[in-house]
Nanobody, 114 residues
Framework: QVQLVESGGGLVQPGGSLRLSCAASGSSFSAYDMGWYRQAPGKQRELVAKITRGYLVNYADSVRGRFAISKDNAKNTVYLQMNSLKPKSSTDYYC????????WGQGTQVTVFS
């Protein structure tokens, strides 16, 4: 069973940056499409960014130009570089394997405060 473990969340001031990491167990990481989601309290989980096994990327309109997703198959890790963070970016972020069956990490919290 593949497991995903996120890290890199924390506190940052508006305009600052954070890099989230998601490490996957198992040996088939290079074959996965991976994504980063976020979920604010009382709202549906939102796909923030995705990267296919062929390195095609896509972003939610709200983060395009500020966030960048990447992956390192040698390290079984997908990253989310978040720049120019805004207070409304504060929430929990989740890594996911998008291929069926979807698998989720436990989440990492991002707080942007003045």
């Amino acid at each position: 069973q593949v497991q995903l473990v996120e890290s890199g969340g924390g506190l940052v001031q508006p305009g600052g940056s954070l890099r989230l990491s998601c490490a996957a167990s198992g040996s088939s990481f290079s074959a996965y499409d991976m994504g980063w989601y976020r979920q604010a309290p009382g709202k549906q989980r939102e796909l923030v960014a995705k990267i296919t096994r062929g390195y095609l990327v896509n972003y939610a309109d709200s983060v395009r130009g500020r966030f960048a997703i990447s992956k390192d198959n040698a390290k079984n890790t997908v990253y989310l570089q978040m720049n120019s963070l805004k207070p409304k970016s504060s929430t929990d972020y989740y890594c996911s394997r998008l291929n069926a069956p979807m698998i989720w990490g436990q989440g990492t919290q991002v707080t942007v405060f003045s």
